[in-house]
């Protein structure tokens, strides 16, 4: 709970709420309270209920049994517009096919507080421009919706938001496709807005290194029901983490961030050994951490870059002992660090690139992953849904992975098939380039 020097009422309180679906039931006998101004993350793994706790502390979904109420009112029994007065909701995929202006969306936003007439007046205008200053979007009014980056789309959805002068702010994975940089910006603009308004933020979160290092306070669910809440230094523990989400972990604190995180560790080496090949991994925002245990786990010499320190990649490849081209925290790839990539994919037979979020601070990877085809090496990209919306350059990071693919790149469509066609690549003597 915040401990601001003064006493804090309860926001939001879940009382006994259980809730099923058709095919089953998803929550059962959930409470906790929130204080005012107290940032919740909520976490579990793929089924636990979080998102399903969110649809009914909005009112999207009613429970079957038990009650969530604001302050001491019943949800239930307010009016929609009452409701969205005081509660503002940010959808885990809040596509807008409209070509909206900014300004035009966040303006939305006031509908709850207009007249029966439905115009907007000079105050809502001053408030929707107030939201937008706050989360830093004022600049892009008159821009199309559809014309901006993902990281920029989710500050303006916060602002529409914020323009229903909300108390309590819900948010579903509020930093899911957003690139490293674009997490932060949003993470620290809730933060602020939790600490400097005394705004009640509740947020589901896949990532529970990232509620770790920004949430007063954890919810860990499994199977529909709390199992345990408090600070994240209770609550990310080892025996929880094992408990939860089946893996094992090692948890330690950051003196950088002042917050725990928690690295799975790699089991035990399979008999089988590749040594003599070298794989790079080109990766980043946690989407190298099953490869490389994959990788490592099979006999395979791995190496790995570039990769910003603190990154789950950049903590798994340390656990495991990867020689990597490392990169200052939360920081754009500078030359120093391409260069030792570079010299990284010299040293190996075959460079395998992942499915990882393409932003400006990491699109020199893509650089060094056309240097490695210019140099002969065997590359193999991993592209597992290409529907995905992956690319948050205005397309430069997509145009680079066509450029990959049309020359000669091997496209697979999951880790098991890459690794497949890595193997064969190994038993083939004219798959790759012998250095041994």
């Not at 309860?10 to 940032?39: C, H, K, P, W």
């Not at 885990?92 to 207009?114: A, C, E, K, Y």
């Not at 989407?287 to 990154?311: H, Y």
């Not at 002969?376 to 430069?396: H, K, M």
Request: proline fraction near 4%.
């Amino acid at each position: 709970m915040p401990s601001r020097g003064e006493s804090y009422l309860v926001g939001i309180t879940i009382d006994n709420v259980s809730f099923s679906y058709d095919s089953g039931e998803a929550l059962r006998d959930v409470s906790f309270e929130v204080m005012q101004g107290e940032f919740v993350g909520i976490i579990g793994p793929n089924g636990a209920g979080k998102s399903t706790l969110l649809g009914v502390i909005s009112r999207i979904l009613r429970p079957g049994s038990g009650a969530v109420y604001l302050e001491e009112m019943d949800i239930q029994e307010m009016s929609h517009k009452s409701l969205a007065r005081e509660m503002g909701f940010v959808a885990q995929d809040s596509n807008i096919p409209f070509r909206f202006t900014v300004l035009d969306l966040v303006l939305m936003g006031r509908n709850p507080h207009l007249s029966r007439f439905g115009v907007e007046t000079s105050e809502d205008l001053r408030i929707a421009k107030e939201s937008m200053t706050k989360t830093r979007v004022a600049n892009l009014a008159e821009r199309a919706v559809t014309e901006i980056s993902g990281g920029e789309r989710q500050r303006v959805l916060i602002a529409r938001a914020l323009a229903q002068t909300p108390r309590v702010l819900l948010l579903d994975e509020p930093t899911l496709h957003l690139d490293v940089s674009s997490q932060l910006e949003v993470m620290d603009l809730l933060k602020s807005l939790s600490w400097k308004e005394k705004l009640t933020i509740i947020s589901v979160f896949h990532d529970f290194n990232m509620a770790a290092r920004y949430c007063d306070r954890i919810l860990l669910m499994s199977k529909g029901r709390v199992e345990a809440v408090g600070p994240p230094g209770t609550i990310l523990t080892r025996e929880n983490i094992r408990t939860v989400f089946g893996v094992d972990v090692h948890v330690g604190h950051s003196f950088l961030t002042n917050s725990v995180y928690a690295i799975p560790i790699a089991g035990q080496k399979t008999k089988t050994s590749r040594k003599e090949w070298t794989v790079h991994l080109i990766c980043g925002g946690g989407s190298g951490a099953i490869p490389m245990r994959r990788l490592v786990n099979e006999g395979w010499e791995v190496t790995a870059g570039v990769l910003n320190i603190l990154d789950t990649d950049y903590e798994v490849a340390e656990s495991l002992g990867i020689s990597i081209a490392p990169e200052a925290p939360f920081s754009p790839i500078t030359e120093k660090a391409h260069e030792q990539n570079l010299q990284l994919i010299k040293g190996s037979n075959a460079v395998l690139v992942t499915d990882f979020l393409i932003g400006r601070g990491n699109i020199m990877n893509l650089q060094a992953a056309i240097f490695a085809l210019k140099s002969g090496l065997p590359l193999i990209l991993v592209i597992g849904d290409p529907n995905s919306d992956r690319d948050f350059t205005n397309g430069e990071g997509t145009m680079i992975v066509r450029q990959l693919i049309d020359m000669g790149a091997n496209v697979t469509k999951s880790l098991d098939e890459a690794l497949g066609v890595l193997e064969g690549l190994r038993r083939d003597p004219l798959g790759g380039r012998d250095l041994t």
